[in-house]
């Protein structure tokens, strides 16, 4: 396994307490070691485990609420960092840290940093090597700084889908030590600024430009134009609600003398607007699924900023990824 899973913290957490029955959790990518998690956990610990199936996409995706409904009185989130919001079931969080090497993939990025001073940014699997990167390019007269983001983020230097603020620093350049080109587009595009992206797992460097993004999206928003009903979705996910978002957008929408519904939904799947028959979505759920997952749906579906941009709310030159 490549990824260290905090056995002892877990055990510690749960042993002798009052917890009866405990869930355990875990994102899409790392379900595959759920079996042997609960098996080991099973011999070590006197208490009534279940995985949960549900699917799971990040720390904002608890389902504390159906977990409920089996008498589950904790839950045992792996692979993220907290975020906060109202939990009905003691939730904790254990990252999960990635044992993967990456002194080759930093001193590869050398070739492609400019200044001596950079932002660093990086995922919950990588998180704990944080000090050790600041450390390696301080050595090379590189000072690689990091921030705390705002509320939403719990360890500095991290990154989501959803939330760029702890790239939000002076530096010209940044540094985002990771998988996928999501997190370093949106910090790219939110800091108008050179990324760097290196990936630990295929040791590729790469930097992200996001022109060739904004002139998609932009087409996308001009189709979208010409549209007259729009479902507006809204998350059921805790830590993804954002209702008085999704009601500015309906009136912004029907300001433009065009109709828009809300739509509350849990897993924003492409069969699960198929029906609806709307001319175009406004998702106020994950920004991801807009922007990664924009082909696997059959209409099209945009950000919240961008339904403002097509509807004349915001100047199309003030493009901004979705965060929260
Ligand atoms: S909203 Fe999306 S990007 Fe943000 S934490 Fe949840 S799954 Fe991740």
Known sequence: ???????????????????????????????????????????????????SGYPCYGAC????K???????????????????????????????????????????????????????????????????????????????????????????????????SAAKIKQKETLYIGSGEFHPLGVALSNKSKVIAANPETNQIKEIGYKNFIKKRYSIIGKIKDLNDFGILISTKKGQIRYNLAKKIRKII??????????????????????FGYEAYVNTSCPRLSIDDYNKFEMPIITPNEAKIAFGEKDYQKYEMDEF
Request: aromatic share 6%; net charge positive; hydrophobic share 35%.
């Open 61 to 64: 995706d608890t389902k504390d």
């Open 254 to 275: 029907e300001k433009a003398n065009k109709t828009g519904d809300l739509i509350a939904i849990d897993d924003v799947l492409p069969n699960e607007l198929i029906n």
């Open 66 to 164: 159906e977990l409920e409904k089996l008498g589950i009185d904790k839950i045992i989130h792996l692979g993220h960092f907290k975020i906060p919001f109202k939990q009905s079931i003691e939730t904790e969080y254990f990252p999960i840290k990635s044992n993967l090497k990456i002194k080759n993939t930093l001193e590869k990025t050398l070739e492609f940093i400019d200044k001596n001073e950079i932002g660093l940014i990086t995922t919950p699997q990588h998180i704990h090597k944080i000090d050790k990167i600041k450390e390696f390019f301080k050595n090379k007269g590189i000072e690689a700084k990091t921030s705390k983001g705002n509320k939403r983020i719990t360890s500095e230097g991290l990154v989501l889908g959803c939330n760029f």
């Open 1 to 51: 396994m490549r990824y260290e899973i905090p056995y002892n913290e877990i055990k510690t957490s749960i042993s002798g307490k009052e917890f009866k029955k405990i869930a355990i959790q875990l994102p899409e990518g790392l379900k595959r070691y759920g079996k042997e998690i609960i098996q080991k956990l099973e011999k070590e610990v006197e208490k009534e485990l279940i995985l």
